[in-house]
């Protein structure tokens, strides 16, 4: 997979991630990971999402803008509801439960009233890149497009945000989004990064850890003391 395929052929790709993602959408995995989802398609299956938004979460937040990082798994593989940021669905479709639990620990942390709908394009746009591990999914099949090579390229993308100047806040929820802490020079390590860890939302693992994390006023403490502004993680109403 090129960059040129990356970017054109309706799978779209902000201009600012091209250039420092080029060795990457050059590596071998990358042409078979093209390969197996070309074959995928020519069986008949169906992938979420749609080939335009498989890297929407770059596309909607370039490199320089990003404030904080959101890890999730793969998309949802149900009908009508990814659409290329994690926990994120479309306008008119119900939220789901992680995303339920994530608005709950909110309203706890912010004292921000759950929104009516699940549609995060407005963090995507105040510099939150909302990163699944693995970007791509067989419609009803949960997990069904790992170990395909997507994970390798994440790994290169948060890479790239750690190594970037601007202190950034990492919010790592679950085992699967703390793998790629190894990636990240945090405070604690001496870095200039903020490594948040917690349970995953899930209704499996939530009451685990996530509930009372506090990361959304964490986060918004650490980018103030950087000079950075806070998030508003209040979500306004779609149409």
């Not at 990492?170 to 490594?195: C, P, T």
Request: with cysteine.
């Amino acid at each position: 997979m090129s960059t040129g395929e990356a970017a054109g052929g309706g799978v779209k790709l902000h201009e600012s991630w091209r250039k420092p993602l080029a060795d990457e959408f050059a590596q071998p995995y990358m042409a078979a990971l093209r390969q197996f989802l070309l074959a995928e398609r020519a069986a008949g299956k169906r992938i979420f999402p749609a080939g335009s938004e498989w890297f929407r979460a770059l596309d909607l937040t370039p490199p320089e803008d990003i404030r904080v990082v959101i890890l999730g798994q793969d998309p949802y593989h149900g009908p009508g509801q990814a659409h290329g940021l994690c926990f994120s669905v479309r306008p008119g479709v119900r939220p789901p439960p992680s995303l339920v639990n994530i608005y709950k620990e909110m309203q706890d942390d912010l004292g921000i009233a759950p929104a009516r709908h699940g549609f995060l394009e407005h963090w995507a746009g105040q510099g939150v890149l909302l990163l699944n591990s693995v970007l791509t999914v067989e419609m009803a099949r949960a997990a069904s497009h790992r170990q395909r090579g997507w994970e390798t390229f994440t790994d290169a993308v948060v890479r790239l945000v750690a190594a970037k100047e601007e202190p950034t806040v990492f919010l790592l929820w679950g085992a699967y989004a703390q793998k790629k802490a190894a990636f990240i020079r945090s405070v604690e390590r001496g870095g200039r990064h903020l490594v948040l860890k917690a349970a995953h939302p899930s209704p499996l693992s939530a009451h685990n850890g996530f509930f009372g994390c506090r990361h959304f006023s964490k986060a918004n403490a650490f980018l103030e003391a950087q000079g950075r502004g806070p998030v508003d993680w209040a979500l306004p109403p779609v149409r």
